[in-house]
């Protein structure tokens, strides 16, 4: 299981779930506590902004990002869930827990994937860029993209809640 989630709601949702690994994607800079029961080497921190235009002074997610976030997601064992998050659980965290799901399930089809976070989440947002660099990554042919782009923008929210997607 995948669970996805805010920055303030992180030590409840790994607490709540038992995870022992957690994916950080949020700016560089922004101090985060990673949970007592996460082992230091179970936790990834990607630094970057949650844009998908270059902009002065901040960082755009890159294809080492994704490169980082997939060889992560592969060497987890799955005994125990994984918890991603972002500052707001709604756009980098939603792409991210979108990319792991299509790599560890080479076999299933993204729309498929991509309805079912927006089943799980009437917020989530994927951000658009880190699921074209995941795209091409898993070479998924635009497949990743265009199911992303058909589940389209969540409803609006400053926080969303946390939800989980199921890994078969």
Same mark, same amino acid.
């Given at each position: ?15 709540? %779930? /038992? ?16 949970? !007592?029961?996460?082992?230091? !080497?179970?936790?990834?921190?990607? /630094?970057?902004? $949650?844009?998908? $235009? ?13 490169? @980082? ?16 998050? %972002? ?14 799901? %299509?790599?560890? @399930? ?5 729309? *498929? ?20 660099? /995941?795209?091409?990554?898993? $070479?998924? @042919? ?11 923008? /969540?409803? $609006?929210?400053? *926080? ?9």
């Amino acid at each position: 299981m995948i669970y996805v989630t805010s920055l303030a709601r992180l030590h409840e949702t790994v607490e709540s %779930c /038992g995870a022992r690994h957690v994916v950080t994607l949020i700016n560089d800079g922004t101090a985060v506590v990673r949970p !007592e029961t996460v082992p230091e !080497e179970n936790h990834l921190f990607l /630094g970057f902004n $949650d844009i998908v $235009d270059p902009m002065e002074g901040m960082v755009l997610p890159a294809a080492y990002h994704v490169d @980082q976030l997939v060889t992560f997601v592969e060497a987890w064992d799955r005994s125990t869930p994984l918890v991603v998050h %972002c500052f707001a659980g709604i756009s980098r965290s939603t792409a991210a827990a979108f990319i792991a799901a %299509c790599a560890l @399930q080479p076999e299933r089809d993204e729309a *498929e994937i991509a309805k079912a976070i927006r089943k799980a989440s009437p917020t989530a947002t994927p951000n658009s860029l880190l699921v074209a660099l /995941g795209d091409e990554r898993l $070479d998924r @042919q635009g497949r990743m993209r265009m199911a992303a782009k058909a589940i389209g923008r /969540g409803r $609006d929210a400053f *926080e969303g809640e946390p939800f989980m997607v199921a890994i078969e």
